[in-house]
């Protein structure tokens, strides 16, 4: 069973910074075929897409985020990470990770889909 597990999120004050950290797990065996991405929802508001990062290292950012979100990935660890400074109330809201593409299981087998993680909170006080 594929698993994304988040950490990082927590408590900040407005301006200050938080990392968080997305590890795949449970038999997804290679993540560098894949496309990575932060999603985020506030209470009351739709899910958002934050930060993407392809396979081949092109990056996007929404709006609001540009210049103060950093999404970056560890192909070794299987992990993604996004670095967030100078932070905002309003950048509160639970963060989201998300896996999509191809790997090959332990059987040689690909296996292709698009994968979530549980979200992590974030909570901005002004």
């Known amino acids: 069973q594929e698993q994304l597990v988040e950490s990082g999120g927590g408590l900040a004050q407005a301006g200050g910074s938080l990392r968080l950290s997305c590890e795949a797990s449970?038999?997804?065996?290679?993540?560098?075929?894949?496309?990575m991405g932060w999603y985020r929802q506030a209470p009351g508001k739709q899910r958002e897409s934050v930060a993407t990062l392809s396979s081949g290292g092109s990056t996007t950012y929404a709006e609001p985020v540009k210049g103060r979100f950093t999404i970056s990935r560890d192909n070794a660890k299987k992990t993604m990470y996004l670095q967030m400074n100078n932070l905002k109330p309003e950048d509160t809201a639970v963060y989201l990770c998300t896996l999509e593409g191809i790997y090959y299981n332990y059987n040689g087998a690909p296996v292709a889909g698009r994968w979530w993680g549980q979200g992590t909170q974030v909570t901005v006080s002004s």
């Open positions: 449970g038999g997804i065996t290679s993540v560098n075929n894949m496309n």
